[in-house]
């Protein structure tokens, strides 16, 4: 703060004026009928005073209270003594008297959380400024803001004006901060169109707001489950705050399979191929062996059909043996790999 002008007096011959000497603390002004403090931080008797106020009235105190009764700029001089070293000094200060005016601030702000919005106050030209609110906040900005805000801002936030050491009239505003919306569609899913009926499949539902977009732009609260895919929506609350989730749907059945224990690959066109025959059955090994343990058959195709034939040609009738690998699902989703043994009857 400027603490006031220092004039240097002429001094006699061989005087000098103390280059330490504290300057002594003048208001740069305040309100009408309030009282002002006047400080000259030195100590008596060393130091001896004269103030001229500027309204007709002097003292002669080292520190002291003032009141202004009417408005203008008041010229304050202190006319300052160093009576050890006979030094002196003049400081000087303009001293605005104002009338106190209103800071007014405009609305109760409200936002969602995350959000950056000004609290906002009405110019006063020349003002500074002192905010206080929640949490300690404080801010000097003539029109704060409270930026990723969080619902624990919400509240009272007070401001004063000083224009010239006059302190405005205290304005407040309320500002409330809306907590973000939780949509929740849950956790990824999985459906079965085969064995589930079209009433029973998965029906997303975020909750209740007033607004929703879904990925398709469709408008609803709720959302029918048709096809495997990644379901998103926007909602927005009664507060306008807006929030997202997004699921994945997956389309999957519980793999099924059935293994047969006789064929006939006599090319009549029923019955020819020895096959492993399911549903969903995401990978297989399949190997084939005559009595004597030697491989007739291998394949890694999920759809591996044996003919019945080694090298091309026929084998004999008989019983081979088989070891399958096979993964799939279950009903809940999750994967397995299994391993079969059996037989097989080749008939001609």
Known sequence: MDMGTTNRMPMAAGQVSNPSMPKAF????????DTLGFNTQLPEPRY???????????????????VYTSLGAFKVTLYLTDNCLNLHDTLTRDVLITLRQAAT????????????????VTDLPGARFDWTGPGGYFSEDQYPAIGNAVPAQSGPYSVIGIISGCATYPATATVQVYPTPQPELGSDDIFCPIDDPVDSLPVLYPGNYSAYEWQDGSNAPAY???EE???????TDENG???????????????????????????????????????DIQSMRLSIYDRWGGLMFESDDVNARWDGKYKGKP???GVYTWVAHIGGFYKDGTTFVKTEYGSV???R
């Open 26 to 33: 003048i208001p740069e002004g305040g309100c009408l009928n």
């Open 48 to 66: 001896s005073f004269l103030w001229d106020l500027g309204d007709g009235t002097s003292s002669t105190s080292a520190s002291f209270s003032h």
């Open 105 to 120: 601030i405009s609305g109760d702000p409200e936002l969602c959380e995350g959000g950056h919005d000004p609290v906002g």
């Open 224 to 226: 029918h489950v048709q």
């Open 229 to 235: 895919g990644l379901y998103r929506v926007i909602v």
């Open 241 to 279: 705050c807006i929030a997202a989730d997004s699921v994945f749907i997956r389309e999957i059945c519980p793999t099924l399979y059935y293994i047969p224990n006789v064929f006939s690959p006599n090319d009549d066109g029923i019955n020819d191929l020895f096959e492993i025959a399911g549903r």
């Open 315 to 317: 084998v004999n009738p």
């Open 345 to 347: 009857t080749v008939v």
